[in-house]
């Protein structure tokens, strides 16, 4: 697998996607993820629990996915953006398999950080 660039990432799935239902979904992916993991946090049993902070992760990882693509509709810069993956397909099956790291809690969130002291955003 290449490695992932999360502008990259945003700037392709909005590519092929509506951007404005791409924006909507990170911004409920973000916001809906701290709305149910309080109610779940708020819960006394185990497994409601270990879902409620596995959904805060989830919305740490769609913050960035949000800024991102909220970035790129006030630029409209994303196709210029994402063309490199656009004219590769191996890339965009590498990108359309990477998207679903979303579900792993904290992981784009601590990889930004990572991009940001490398310098590869």
């Known amino acids: 697998m290449s490695s992932l660039n ?3 990432l945003v700037a392709f799935d909005m590519s092929v996607n509506n951007k404005w239902l791409i ?3 990170f ?3 973000s916001f809906g993820s701290f709305a149910l ?3 779940l946090l708020g819960n006394s049993h185990l497994l409601t629990t270990a879902m409620g902070f596995w959904l805060i992760g989830i919305g ?3 913050l960035p996915l949000s800024i991102y693509s909220g970035y790129f509709i006030i630029k409209n810069n994303y196709l210029e953006h994402a063309q490199v993956i656009l004219d590769s397909p ?3 099956r590498q990108y359309n398999a990477q998207q679903f790291l979303v579900t ?3 992981f784009f969130a601590v990889l930004l950080i ?3 002291f490398t310098k590869k955003i």
């Open 104 to 106: 792993v809690p904290f």
């Open 90 to 92: 191996v890339l965009q």
């Open 60 to 62: 740490i990882n769609y």
């Open 37 to 39: 993991s309080y109610f």
């Open 27 to 29: 911004l409920v992916g």
């Open 6 to 8: 999360i502008s990259k």
């Open 114 to 116: 990572l991009q940001f």
């Open 23 to 25: 924006f909507t979904e």
